[in-house]
């Protein structure tokens, strides 16, 4: 049964509380399927960026800029930036627009799938905008791409399914929407499809009744998986669009949930725990068990990530830090990344490489060698918070065997910022490497100035 989310408790989780927006602030508003939005505790400490008091009816944690084009593929809104290619972690070039905060990013080969709280998703190929298709309602806060079909997250509670034309791959059209309207007519019949939803109202198991936060395919891509603020998780099977379950996994709003190997998926929350789920297949359904708790703590958790293998898992805290556990027979606590000043919003592990987006504006880049983790650079450029991040090998320049990665910010201050990033940056820029401490230093915490998108390595990590 679900609770009033409004209703929750939260003084006990103290001023870092934290959702997957920073210092929002929303009005009510009802949208096509009569969904409310819930306000957001979300804070990111004393200097938050922006202002509490500027609300949306759209959930945005600013005013949205009206979508005001006569036709959705009239002059875009964006206008390219070049840079100079500059270090070897070094930017590349940035798109920025006047259309919206950016929310989501995918990127899949040569093209990036940019969501906003315009309600557009934006296709671009080699920093040109190569397509644009838009929801009806519902900023755009999850983006993921299976094969030709694009599943979008939305504030409104729904997922939107899109399709890639076979005759014109820049046609994207939609598909449907999860749950699809087959679906709600049966459930609705039964009386005991419904549960206690938002404001006590009943909704049906298949619906989610508050914003789809984050969403993860299985390592087959056979199941999609849908995390939302009404502390739920949903499980889709993606042949037919059947929610397959649908889990009470939180006290909180679900900021984050990936799918791992041998059907582990972790989830996090705004209730300060990361959960560790197993999945078993039960005939043409499933059945998904807690594992264990890995962590459970005063702040919120507001990012997941995990390495492709799954040997480590990492979650970002609205108190800057960054928990990581190494998996071998078991799941062990590795240590601690002290990573940012502010909010951890958003993480990517790709390879030997960690990014993480913080509210404090920055990207720190992270190798590990074993279970050894140093920040190679901070990369610096956004004029507001760093709320998705999305990395692709760089195949071209990988050639000379420097593996390089292309690494895509969308930011609250409107922009996407492109930038290549070496594995070897440091060690050829001749800067001292140090390695990860297992101290309290409190001193080693990267401040804004104290880096910029040149070069540097940190001493950041601590083992409790």
Not at 200 to 205: I, T
Not at 347 to 359: E, H, T, W, Y
């Amino acid at each position: 049964m679900f609770e009033d989310p409004d209703s929750i408790p939260r003084a006990k989780y103290g001023g870092n509380m934290a959702h997957s927006d920073p210092n929002i602030s929303t009005t009510l508003s009802v949208e096509d399927d009569d969904f409310a939005m819930r306000n957001s505790s979300a804070s990111v400490g004393n200097n938050a960026y922006y202002d509490q008091s500027r609300t949306s009816g759209e959930g945005s944690p600013m005013t949205m800029s009206p979508w005001n084009q006569t036709s959705m593929f009239a002059k875009s809104p964006w206008s390219q930036v070049e840079e100079n290619s500059g270090p070897q972690n070094g930017l590349i070039g940035s798109l920025v627009r006047e259309e919206g905060h950016i929310y989501s990013l995918a990127a899949a080969g040569e093209l990036l799938y940019t969501g906003s709280d315009s309600k557009n998703i934006r296709v671009w190929k080699d920093l040109k905008e190569y397509a644009a298709f838009k929801s009806s309602s519902g900023l755009v806060k999850a983006i993921i791409i299976s094969g030709e079909k694009i599943f979008t997250g939305h504030q409104d509670g729904k997922i939107r399914v899109w399709k890639v034309s076979q005759k014109n791959p820049s046609d994207h059209k939609r598909a449907g929407t999860l749950p699809t309207l087959k679906d709600i007519f049966k459930s609705s019949i039964n009386p005991n499809n419904y549960v206690e939803g938002r404001g006590r109202r009943r909704a049906l198991w298949i619906k989610h009744s508050d914003a789809v936060s984050c969403l993860s395919l299985t390592e087959d891509k056979l199941l999609l998986y849908s995390a939302s603020w009404d502390r739920t998780l949903k499980v889709w099977r993606i042949a037919d669009s059947k929610c397959l379950e649908s889990l009470n996994v939180h006290d909180d709003a679900v900021n984050s949930v990936v799918a791992s190997v041998e059907g582990l998926v972790f989830t996090g929350s705004a209730d300060g725990t990361v959960k560790v789920w197993q999945r078993e297949a039960k005939g043409k359904a499933t059945k998904h068990t807690l594992v264990e708790s890995l962590l459970k703590q005063e702040c919120a958790v507001t990012a997941l990530a995990i390495t492709e293998d799954g040997t480590f898992v990492y979650c970002g805290s609205s108190n800057g830090m960054v928990n990581f556990w190494e998996r071998k027979e078991k799941l062990s606590h590795g240590g601690i990344l002290k990573a940012h000043k502010m909010t951890v919003l958003c993480l990517v592990a790709a390879g030997c490489m960690l990014f993480s987006g913080s509210a404090d504006k920055t990207i720190c880049v992270w190798r590990r060698d074993g279970s050894v983790h140093t920040c190679l650079s901070v990369l610096s450029g956004h004029g507001g918070p760093v709320k998705c991040l999305a990395a692709e090998v760089d195949e071209e320049s990988s050639k000379n065997g420097d593996k390089q990665w292309m690494v895509y910010s969308g930011s609250l201050d409107k922009s996407i910022k492109v930038w290549r990033v070496s594995e070897m940056a440091a060690d050829r820029n001749g800067v001292a490497m140090m390695q990860q401490q297992f101290g309290t230093d409190t001193d080693s915490i990267p401040s804004e100035n104290s880096f910029t998108s040149s070069t540097r390595a940190a001493s950041i990590g601590k083992r409790p």
